[in-house]
């Protein structure tokens, strides 16, 4: 029998490591995997998927952060790694002294690199995203000119098939590229995300920046199998208490459901402040014992009720699956997303500290 435990996260290393190799598929030889480890890893943690995906024929890491970086380096995690989000002076000196690269779009971002020795600079073409990065050509020719080691953009809709904007950034960037390697053949260029790599093998170019789908997450928010992708966190708890109710007997702060008939509710231990959201109050299901059983009533900090049913053969101590699997029946992170009108790695990141992450397989 597992070991209960009130809040935690199994992370299939394994999962991991095959999706990388699923990827590489889609990709060929020629094209470098980076495997995005930001935000702990999309909430899976970033040194264990960092590890696996370099099993899995990753070659680069990414994160957003110079911290994420320093930690990464403490953690003795070794290949390539690339910082992609904004640096402050001290951050920029952070990145630079964890051998990272880092990424600039203004002469002073890219001076303050030049000037700490080893900087390794990645030009942002801002194509159509409109956060960071130059939308001037000019200006991002001059920074490839004065010694940059790599060349990039970010698409903004390659996850929303069938749009116009992702052919058009990716012609912009293309038309760019050809520019530039005419005097820089050498350049890394690298610009499809998760979506764009499994959509468009025109984006792959040099390298292809993978995050979301490493952890066997659907980047168009569909089912992963679809797309030959395994998820690799299954978030667990268990019952700690079941209880008789009679009708009009209600559960949780603001009584927001009441028995209809006479049931059962068992209490589950985990709540809003391990991540699970409170807009999933009687607006989700999660699994005991093979079968799906409905949250009933409001999601508190630390507690979910979950309706059984009189007669149930539900016990305390019983495993309880949030996301993932039991027996024939599974909770994905694309279907908890959808009942908040939201992403899957906004699910994955939301879980806090509080949630164990415990390396499996």
Partial sequence: MTELERAVARIDAGAVERNCRRLRSEIGAGTALCAVVKADGYGHGAVHAAEAALRGGASWRAVATAGEAAELRRRHVAAPLLVMGALTPAELREA?????????????????????????IHVKLDTGMGRLGTK??????????????????????????????????????????????????????????SAATLRERAAHFDMVRCGVSIYGLDPFQGDPADRGLEPALA??????????????????????????????????????????????????????RGRRR????????????????????????????????????????????????????????????????????
């Fill in 294 to 361: 409905p949250v009933v009533g409001t999601v508190s900090m630390d507690n979910i009720t979950v309706e059984v049913g009189r007669g149930s053969d539900v016990e305390v101590g019983d495993a309880v699956t949030l996301i993932g699997r039991q027996g024939d029946e599974r909770i994905l992170a694309e279907e908890v997303a959808g009942r908040l009108g939201t992403i899957n790695y906004e699910i994955t990141c939301g879980l806090s500290p509080r949630v164990r992450r415990k390396p499996v397989g």
């Fill in 96 to 120: 630079v002294a964890a051998d990272a690269d880092v990424v600039a779009w203004t002469p002073e971002l890219a001076a303050a690199a030049r000037a700490l020795a080893g900087a390794r």
């Fill in 235 to 288: 978030l667990e708890s268990w019952v700690a208490a079941v209880r008789d109710f009679e009708p009009g007997d209600g559960a949780g702060y603001g009584r927001t459901w009441r028995a209809e008939l006479a049931t059962a509710v068992a209490t589950v231990p985990i709540g809003y402040g391990d991540g699970w959201r409170r807009g999933l109050s009687n607006n989700c299901e999660v699994l005991i």
């Fill in 136 to 193: 001037d050509v000019d200006l991002a020719s001059s920074l490839v000119r004065d010694g940059a080691v790599g060349l990039m953009t970010h698409f903004a809709t390659a996850d929303e098939p069938g749009d116009e904007l992702f052919p058009e950034q990716l012609e912009r960037f293309t038309e760019f590229v050809e520019e530039a390697r005419a005097e820089r053949p050498d350049l890394l260029v690298h610009a499809a995300n």
